[in-house]
């Protein structure tokens, strides 16, 4: 639970669009649609969805598990099954050589072993435990400003993804540069900021 960990690590952006009017009710609406099930079917290499901040593997979410004055708390949490290279090497090589035994073939096609391949990796996945992960966002919903507690690339293109799908509603990533146009004085510091480009100092 990293957003009530000693130390952090995060992601900050900035929210610009207007929010609805009845924005809680809609917030549990959408969250609710998209919250992480344990019952769904399929083998997936990756699953997403969202949970409570304070219980991660709580299905039903209501009001009182994201909302907290302006603040909007919430978990992302993320399955995922991986099979280990040698494990699916392993495999292919042994159903390879009943192929081809059963077809009578000295050689396989690279079509054919890539079907092995995926077959394989399949029921392989099929059999194996997902492991979850969860990363917590703060989101105040009176200024815009949200702070996703994962710094990974592939992490923050998830939760991106999710969160547009979710709320509708684009988000900007705040770095130093759009930071310190925030902070300046607009009267003399802005079009300097704005005018700013990359330096290499040797």
Not at 1 to 9: D, G, Y
Not at 57 to 66: P, S, T
Not at 123 to 151: E, M
Request: glycine share 4%; aromatic share 12%.
């Amino acid at each position: 639970m990293p957003f009530l960990s000693p130390t952090v690590t995060f992601t900050r952006y900035t929210i610009k669009d207007e929010l609805p009017q009845d924005f809680w009710s809609f917030a549990l609406d959408e969250i609710s649609a998209r919250a992480f099930r344990e019952q769904d079917a399929g083998v997936q290499e990756t699953k997403i969805g969202w949970v409570p901040l304070r219980d991660p593997f709580k299905e039903e979410i209501d009001l009182n598990d994201i909302s907290f004055g302006n603040y909007l708390l919430l978990s992302l949490r993320i399955d995922k099954r991986s099979v280990p290279a040698a494990l699916l090497k392993k495999f292919c090589a042994i159903e390879e050589k009943r192929t081809l035994s059963e077809r009578q073939m000295e050689r396989l096609s690279s079509k054919l072993r890539k079907e092995i391949r995926e077959r394989m990796k399949l029921q392989l996945l099929a059999k194996t435990l997902p492991v979850p992960a969860t990363y917590d966002l703060c989101w105040n919903i009176s200024t815009g400003a949200l702070f996703f507690f994962a710094r990974q690339d592939k992490v923050c293109g998830l939760f991106e993804d999710l969160f547009k799908t979710t709320f509708d509603i684009r988000l900007y990533p705040v770095i130093p540069h759009t930071l310190g146009i925030e902070l300046v004085d607009r009267e003399t510091m802005y079009e300097a900021f704005q005018n700013l480009g990359p330096e290499v100092f040797v």
